[in-house]
């Protein structure tokens, strides 16, 4: 799995977000429209594209893209 | 695996009852309006029922129950087994299933209890009714299940309250040596109790004064220690892992290919959910009705509210395959695949409670 396509996937997920505004450093709670609907919303969307349930305590542990990255590609390599 | 068959076991009738409030998610007005259209997207439910303070989920059954007992032609004299199945039972102690007994006018000669279950409960509690009924030859028994959820969660709580609705379910079984066999899948995991939880007010944890003080956990999210908490995510994965898994399992036992079961009927918990268990098991959204809009998550009534609102003139007028699925609070999920021919299947009832 690609970082740009996991990011596309991610900016998809959010409305009134122009493409190219999220990166891997981005804190993806500090982005205009997140509210706690939108972790469900994203854990959903990992779950139907790489078939990788984050948990609750994982995603409250990231606070980046790339935090989130990382646990979703650890698991798909497995 | 708790994966088995029940011969000689009819369903012969269901009707289900919900209280007339209906409340909107659309005018959930603890969190921004931006917000609550985003969830409303989300959880598929616009709107929900909301029972008059006092009302409990017994009334509900009750209601359901007698319209039902009067459509059969049953008289409540032939009832020998009565399960109520809750969360939101009237009172800790005793049982509501012999309360209901009195009400209902059962006889002393009907045996009856209560199963604490909740989403899970509906392919689960009739298990449990047609087990009993298979050795009594001719006999007739009584499923109640549902919860008048919003007594036990908080208002003010947006991760709980914009998804629970209230309803009652009665569902009608007799033994008779004809009817095709029942087959079941029912499945526990209890390391995840805390998923969906009342953490105070049992005798764990009982209730003190320090229970009652009402703490903001986060924005939107108001309540105290006997409310119900709900875990979003947690439950999400452990739903879109464990119902499917479940769901083949039984249909590879049974050996029926997923064409020939007429409908899915899933517990309604939220479409997020709903939808990727739907996708995961390939299945049509005709395949699979839906009742979340119009009444939410009703914990072990959305299967029969589900039955009664979208195909009760189809399983009225001719014979079906049914595969009902469960999953939640337990944490515990299962799956029944029934036969019913000329069910006798109420709509949906508006009850003044």
Redesign the interface.
Same mark, same amino acid.
């Given at each position: 799995m690609q970082l740009p396509t996991f990011i596309a996937h991610i900016e998809e997920e959010f409305e009134d977000l122009q493409a190219g505004v999220i990166t891997g450093e981005t804190a993806f709670r500090q982005l205009e429209g997140w509210s706690s609907m939108m972790a469900l919303i994203l854990i959903a969307r990992i779950d139907s594209e790489y078939n990788v349930n984050l948990t609750a305590e994982e995603l409250a542990e990231a606070n980046t893209i790339n935090d989130l990255f990382v646990l979703v590609q650890a698991r798909v390599a497995v | 695996m708790a994966i088995f068959s029940i011969p000689g076991v009819k369903i012969a009738g269901m009707a289900t009852a919900v209280p007339k409030q209906e409340v909107s998610n659309l005018e959930f007005d603890t &969190?921004p309006e931006?917000?609550r259209k985003?969830?409303v997207r989300?959880t598929g439910i616009n709107k929900r029922r909301v029972a008059k303070a006092g009302t409990c989920t017994s009334d509900l059954c009750e209601h359901a129950a007698n319209e039902l007992l009067a459509k059969l032609g049953w008289k409540p004299s032939d009832i020998r087994v009565l399960v109520f199945l809750t969360q939101t039972p009237d009172y800790i102690t005793p049982a509501t299933a012999a309360l209901l007994q009195n009400k209902l006018g059962l006889p002393k000669s009907c045996m009856a209890l209560d199963i604490n279950l909740g989403c899970s409960g509906y392919p689960y509690g009739l298990s449990v009714v047609a087990s009993l009924l298979r050795n009594m030859p001719g006999a007739k028994a009584l499923f109640l299940a549902g919860d008048v959820s919003s007594a036990c969660l908080s208002a003010q709580d947006? $991760?709980a309250a914009p998804i629970f609705s209230d309803a009652g379910s009665a569902t009608a079984l007799v033994q008779g040596d004809s009817a095709p066999d029942m087959h079941f899948n029912l499945e526990t995991d209890g390391s995840g109790f805390e998923a969906i939880i009342i953490p105070q007010g049992g005798y764990r944890n009982p209730i003190t004064l320090e229970s009652l003080k009402v703490i903001e956990e986060?924005p939107?999210i108001v309540r105290n220690k006997t409310h119900l908490v709900l @875990?979003? &995510? @947690?439950v999400? @994965?452990f739903s #879109?892992?464990a119902a499917p898994r479940n769901v083949n399992a039984l249909l590879d036992y049974v050996k029926i290919e997923k064409e020939h079961v007429d409908y899915f009927v899933f517990h309604q918990a939220n479409l #997020?959910i709903n939808e $990727?268990i739907r996708?995961k098991l390939c299945l049509s959204a005709e395949q699979t009705p839906q009742t979340l809009s119009r009444f939410g998550n009703t914990s072990s009534a959305t299967i029969p509210i589900t039955i009664t609102s979208e195909i009760n003139e189809i399983v009225t007028k001719k014979p079906c395959t049914l595969l009902l699925s469960g999953f939640g609070v337990g944490l515990s999920w299962g799956a029944a695949l029934v036969k019913t021919d000329g069910l006798v299947c109420l709509p949906v009832l508006e009850a003044d409670l």
């Open positions: - | &969190i931006k917000e985003l969830y989300t947006k $991760s986060s939107g @875990n979003g &995510i @947690n999400f @994965n #879109v892992q #997020v $990727s996708k």
